[in-house]
């Protein structure tokens, strides 16, 4: 049973607090994206919002409603970015003490935030898990409230807000398109837009190894963990409020791998211009790679946050363009002599590559005595620039071989 506190009449009313407190955020159709896509796409951009996350909504709507009392002892929330900068966020605001219980393994600049924001961080253990044990710990011996990230009425309707404002903008959407943690997003935008359209259909989106929410509503158990770049929703366990209202109200879930984030992240730069972490991108990413599901209809997607580590962002863009064969990396033997190394560069420079890095392999025992390897990384127009390149190089009588082995036809 769902639980009794969260209703579309408490997120209408919420609807209008977060409008008062200034956080609503652009709804936008995408011509470049939709093209992409070959369906009609449109993005809620809460990768705008003050702290650049959706969160600072429930947290608004959690901390707003403390008594006295509450607010003077102050609050509590573990989180390793997001969630922490929301609570902090309005905590500051509203002059509410607040400790943010962190994983030892948060980065410097997600902490930094947090900090800047007011709050008191406590970095704890190796997870979210024993971060929430010392949350929970830290409420009852000093009376904090607990502000959970995800698995709280108040969290979930604040976030359902986010749906009001979306088909205010665009009332004929056939689908929304929601990234999932815990589940406390769409939970909430599912009620919401449900109540509203009944007919609307609401997908989810999980990372692939941390599909949680799958399994759980599947009845399965599956090893989750690993690296990801979609860390916003990395959550291993699903919510017990969340699953019960996805159960009711979610068509279906993806899960989307990470090349696929990583180069959804990439195409809301370059086509939008909008940066977008690795959770955000989730939606789009499903789109991409399920068109089959989604043609024909006018697809909502939520730009859930565009909190990204900017070396993170770089080594996206990076690893985006070897896939897409506009860097790449040749191994070409050439004859130890003087000249040749010129004559290379020329062939290359003749046909429009960009050299970036050159690096020489003379001393290692597999390579002849006479002849020298050469590396060259070089910037490409796409993978029929490169074979275009590598013919002229043969033809010249410098054989090569691609070692940028993840280049993908255009």
Not at 52 to 70: H, I, N, P, T
Not at 160 to 182: K, N, R
Not at 344 to 370: A, C, M, S, W
Request: glycine share 10%; proline share 4%.
């Amino acid at each position: 049973m769902v639980d009794p506190l969260i209703t579309f009449e408490r997120i209408e009313m919420f609807q209008k607090v977060v409008s008062e407190a200034g956080l609503n955020t652009p709804a936008i159709y995408s011509p470049e994206i939709s093209q992409i896509c070959g369906t009609e796409i449109f993005l809620k951009l809460e990768n705008l919002q003050p702290t650049g996350s959706f969160k600072v909504r429930g947290a608004l709507l959690k901390l707003s409603g403390l008594d006295e009392d509450e607010r003077a002892r102050g609050v509590v929330a573990m989180s390793a970015g997001n969630h922490a900068q929301g609570v902090a966020y309005h905590a500051q605001n509203l002059g509410i003490p607040a400790t943010i219980v962190m994983p030892t393994n948060t980065p410097f600049t997600k902490i930094n935030r947090t900090e800047s924001l007011g709050a008191k961080v406590i970095l704890v253990g190796e997870s979210l898990s024993d971060s929430q044990e010392e949350a929970d710990r830290l409420s009852k011996s000093d009376g904090l409230t607990f502000v959970h990230p995800y698995d709280d009425p108040d969290i979930i309707s604040g976030q359902g807000t986010i749906a009001l404002e979306f088909i205010d903008a665009y009332p004929d959407l056939d689908t929304i398109v929601v990234p999932i943690g815990g589940g406390g997003l769409i939970a909430g935008i599912s009620i919401a837009a449900k109540s509203r359209n009944p007919n609307i259909e609401i997908f989810g989106v999980e990372a692939a190894q941390y599909a949680s929410m799958k399994a759980t509503l599947a009845g399965e158990e599956i090893e989750l963990g690993g690296p990801t770049v979609a860390e916003g929703i990395a959550v291993k366990a699903a919510g017990h409020l969340t699953r019960k209202i996805i159960a009711e109200h979610v068509q279906d879930i993806f899960v989307a791998d990470e090349a696929d984030l990583e180069s959804a992240m990439q195409i809301y730069l370059r086509e939008q211009r909008i940066v977008v972490e690795g959770a955000g991108a989730a939606p789009l990413a499903a789109v991409i790679a399920h068109t089959a599901a989604f043609e024909g209809k006018k697809i909502g997607l939520i730009v859930s946050g565009g909190n990204v580590d900017s070396r993170l962002l770089s080594s996206v863009l990076l690893r985006g363009l070897v896939r897409e064969g506009k860097l790449v990396r040749l191994r070409i033997e050439i004859a130890d002599e003087p000249g040749r190394l010129s004559g290379l560069t020329e062939i290359i420079g003749n046909h429009g590559g960009n050299i970036v890095e050159v690096l020489h392999q003379r001393l290692f025992y597999d390579v002849p005595l006479k002849s020298t390897e050469v590396d060259v990384t070089m910037e490409t127009r796409d993978q029929n620039h490169v074979t275009e390149i590598q013919t002229a190089l043969v033809k010249a009588g410098y054989p090569s071989r691609l070692l940028s082995d993840s280049v993908v036809q255009n």
